[in-house]
């Protein structure tokens, strides 16, 4: 006997909604999650800890940190700002049902930012939605200006992008303008933010983008997707 | 399941164009429109994993009635 049964569903619809309701959940106590996407070394926990040294006598953060091994991530920012070392355990991303589980290790908190470190790597994690208001893709000066076009949906799928390490523009071949126009071209909404997590060069206007996106996130809020 | 064979029928990228309303094939993510040069685009097909049918031999009676 030879039967066809038909299913026709998108095979991502039930992690779709699943990340859909976490935003909005997230959206109605006033918690932006940021996603935040980067190459390994490019400074991710450098900035974090950054943001957790300036914004923390004004907000509550949150800080999730993922990585393959060790908590080495976490070691790092707990000092600054209450954080959950999410280990995969080989896998190469995130993926919302940890963020979820390390939400609650925080204490299910009423926060203002819930910053999540991916798995440091500019392919996989940008196919999976953690329920993020705002993806930062994040791309340092030793990495190249080329890499943009090469990683493209790392790029097409985020709403900001932060150029780190401007303090060593100086010692190797790195435009910030030319890594813009290949990053714009792929995401023309792309906000872009050149810095030095490290110096603190440039992180006024990041600071403000993300005090700004915090306050946009309300109860009504509608996400901006560019999948 | 190691006699399944798997079909995958590839869907081309496809966007529209904001302001002219062109549907075009972006080429290496090259969001831009080819007509007007916008880059205002919203892709309409070709980014998603969609299971179709699943084609099932020699079932047991009843089982998926």
Known sequence: MNRVITVNRDVSEAARIKAGEFRQMMARQGTLVANLISSPGAGKTTLLATIARRLTSTTRIGVLVGDIATDRDAQRLAPLVPTVQLTTGGACHLELSLVERGWEMLGAPKLDFLFVENVGNLVCPSSHDLGEHLRIVMLSATEGDDKPGKYPKAFRTSHALVINKLDLLQHVPFSVAAATADAQAIQPHLAVFPLSALTGDGIEPWLDFLVEEQRKVTADWVPTSYA | ?65
């Open chain 2, 1 to 65: 399941l190691h006699l399944a064979t798997l079909h995958i029928q590839k869907i081309p990228l496809e966007a529209r164009c904001a302001i002219c309303q062109v549907v075009f094939r972006p080429e290496r993510f090259r969001f831009e429109c080819p007509v007007c040069g916008s880059r205002e685009t919203s892709i309409t097909q070709g980014d998603a994993v969609t299971l179709e049918s699943v084609d099932v031999e020699s079932l047991p009676a009843g089982e998926f009635a």
